[in-house]
């Protein structure tokens, strides 16, 4: 199992970036993913995920309303649309195959600043 995000960046309060992850070595059509983040000084916060066939997906009070996850199967990709982001949103963010971030990649970080 490879899982390698990438789409981080900095960027002002209020702005937008769209986070992706590329997954290898497994039947990604096949499996229910998650994204993950964790800020400097702070535990593990499970974001948002994703059924394997996309008819449902769940967010995190935090981030309802502002992020919208995805994925195309064809791609073995799955993505994070981040929009209207706070200083709060910094962290460094993880996929996963499962909502406790089993099987997570390196992660990108996302640094939100003015």
């Known amino acids: 199992v490879q899982l390698v995000e990438s789409g981080g960046g900095t960027v002002q309060p209020g702005g937008s970036l769209t986070l992706s992850c590329v997954a290898s070595?497994?039947?990604?059509?096949?499996?229910?993913m998650s994204w993950l983040r964790q800020a400097p000084g702070k535990g593990m916060e499970w974001v948002s995920s994703i059924l394997d066939d996309s008819t449902k997906m769940w967010y995190a009070d935090s981030v309802k309303g502002r992020f919208t996850i995805s994925r195309d199967n064809a791609k073995s990709t799955m993505y994070l649309q981040m929009n209207n982001l706070k200083s709060e949103d910094t962290a460094r963010y993880y996929c996963?195959?499962?909502?406790?971030?089993?099987?997570r990649g390196q992660g990108t970080q996302v640094t939100v600043s003015t």
């Open positions: 996963a195959t499962s909502r406790e971030g089993d099987n």
């Open positions: 070595g497994f039947d990604f059509n096949l499996v229910y």
